[in-house]
T-cell receptor, first 113, second 115 residues
């Protein structure tokens, strides 16, 4: 089992709809969770981070964390064509005493105009 | 202010050559990370520096990979005797605090192609 798992997609969503991206992780002790957006040929950029159970909203983006289920998700409301990108879930995972930011393989999202 | 910069942006090497990849982190950032990203995959951790100390190098795939940050600022990732499987994008990231719990700011990456 991979430490961080995402559905690789592609996920196609009509413009204006809600895009829902999901991620599960293996380490129950993880405390920090991040969503990065990566446009093709570009480097990852942070769009949300969440540390506590529940929802965290920032503009059109909502991150949801459920530590009991080891599940973190990202909702994008009123999807725009500019949201088309790969979304990387990243979790701080403890390996032999050292924390490492561990990424999923990413979900490719396409917003259809 | 300036973000994280990396050079060169693209590097083509013949199998067996040595390469050196440079990273200039954001000024004042304590932590510096190197990642390797293969096509269609997420970044994979290689190594971590806190100032000039290399605290974790467990992700380096072989002893052909070596990284340094001698003055706690600029870092160099060196790959000796490159192999085709080393072809990937090498990303550098920096963060203000210690450890990997803070936001990491990524550079544009160096795309390495080994022929």
């Amino acid at each position: 089992q991979k430490e961080v798992e995402q559905n690789s997609g592609p996920l196609s969503v009509p413009e204006g709809a809600i895009a829902s991206l999901n991620c599960t992780y293996s380490d129950r002790g993880s405390q920090s969770f991040f969503w990065y957006r990566q446009y093709s040929g570009k480097s990852p950029e942070l769009i949300m981070f969440i540390y506590s159970n529940g929802d965290k909203e920032d503009g059109r983006f909502t991150a949801q964390l459920n530590k009991a289920s080891q599940y973190v998700s990202l909702l994008i409301r009123d999807s725009q064509p500019s949201d088309s990108a790969t979304y990387l879930c990243a979790v701080n995972i403890l390996y032999f005493g050292n924390e490492k930011l561990t990424f999923g393989t990413g979900t490719r999202l396409t917003i259809i105009p | 202010g300036a973000g994280v910069s990396q050079s060169p942006r693209y590097k083509v090497a013949k199998r067996g050559q040595d390469v050196a990849l440079r990273c200039d982190p954001i000024s004042g950032h304590v932590s510096l990370f190197w990642y390797q990203q293969a096509l269609g995959q997420g970044p994979e951790f290689l190594t971590y520096f806190q100032n000039e100390a290399q605290l974790d190098k467990s992700g380096l795939p072989s002893d052909r990979f070596f990284a340094e940050r001698p003055e706690g600022s600029v870092s160099t990732l060196k790959i000796q005797r490159t192999q085709q499987e080393d072809s990937a994008v090498y990303l550098c990231a920096s963060s203000l605090g210690a450890g990997s719990g803070d936001e990491q700011f990524f550079g544009p990456g160096t795309r390495l192609t080994v022929l």
